[in-house]
C-alpha cells in the first residue's frame, strides 16, 4: 500500500496563497489517480480535485474550480495542490489520497491517506 505525506500547509491572510505537496512511497507505481480532500471543523470530509498518475486528467470540485490547481510530477512522485485567492471557508485539514480513479469524489474510492496538513485562513 502507498504511503502518503503532505506538506505545505500554514497560516495565510485572506487572498494569499498556498502550495500542498504530496508525496507518495511504498507503492507509488500502482497508482491510478491521486486527490486532495479537506475537512473543516463540524463537516464532513469533502473533495477538492484529483489527477490521473498516468496521465494527466483532472477533476475539480465545482466551488474550487479556477482558483485551485492540482499537478503532479511522476519523477519525484509527488502531486501538488495549488490553492488561490483563499478565503477563510477554504480553513480546514487537506488530506492527499491515492486511489483508481481521478474522475471520482467519493472518499471511499481512494484507498490510501496522509495524515493530512492544516490550512488556516485568516480574515
Known amino acids: 500500500q502507498v504511503q502518503l505525506e503532505e506538506s505545505g500547509g500554514g497560516l495565510v491572510r485572506t487572498g494569499g496563497s498556498l502550495r500542498l505537496s504530496c508525496v507518495a512511497s511504498?507503492?507509488?507505481?500502482?497508482?491510478?489517480?491521486m486527490g486532495w480532500f479537506r475537512q473543516a471543523p463540524g463537516k464532513e470530509r469533502e473533495f477538492v480535485a484529483a489527477i490521473s498518475w498516468p496521465g494527466r486528467n483532472t477533476n475539480y470540485a465545482t466551488s474550487m474550480k479556477g482558483r485551485f490547481s492540482i499537478t503532479r510530477d511522476r519523477a519525484r512522485n509527488t502531486v501538488f495542490l495549488n490553492m488561490y485567492n483563499l478565503q477563510p471557508e477554504d480553513t480546514a485539514v487537506y488530506y492527499c489520497?491515492?486511489?483508481?480513479?481521478?474522475?471520482?469524489?467519493?472518499?471511499?474510492?481512494?484507498?490510501?491517506w496522509g495524515q493530512g496538513t492544516q490550512v488556516t485562513v485568516s480574515p
Open positions: 511504498g507503492g507509488s507505481f500502482t497508482m491510478d489517480a
Open positions: 489520497a491515492a486511489g483508481r480513479t481521478y474522475s471520482s469524489a467519493r472518499a471511499d474510492d481512494f484507498t490510501s
